[in-house]
């Protein structure tokens, strides 16, 4: 049974940092391209930053590309989604999601339970 298991949520001030971890069990996370996404109440599922599983390409929404940065380590099974300069737009929950190795606009497969991030002005 695959699980993604997200952490590292919760208030945050507007202008800090957060980092998300993603902890993936019951796949091969070597085999593995990882995403984040977020939600905000009343919205869809934003797509935030994807990782391919050797960790070499990266991809980034345009909305965040400077503010965001997405990393893995294989022998951890973890990602983590690093976000500066916090806006209060950016509350929302906040998603790992997991998919086969192969094309990058391939849709993903399996999605954690998400962690809020609420950010205050």
């Known amino acids: 049974q695959v699980q993604l298991v997200e952490s590292g949520g919760g208030l945050m001030q507007a202008g800090g940092s957060l980092r998300l971890s993603c902890v993936a069990s019951g796949l091969t996370f070597s085999e593995t391209t990882m995403g984040w996404f977020r939600q905000a109440a009343g919205e869809g599922r934003e797509f935030l930053a994807q990782i391919i599983w050797s960790g070499i390409i990266t991809e980034r929404a345009d909305s965040v590309k400077g503010r965001v940065a997405i990393s893995r380590d294989n022998a951890k099974n973890t990602v983590w989604l690093q976000m500066n300069n916090l806006e209060p737009g950016d509350t929302a929950v906040y998603y790992c999601?997991?998919?086969?190795?192969?094309?990058?606009?391939?849709?993903?497969?399996?999605w954690g339970q998400g962690t809020q991030v609420t950010v205050s002005s």
């Open positions: 999601a997991a998919k086969p190795r192969g094309e990058l606009s391939s849709p993903y497969i399996y």
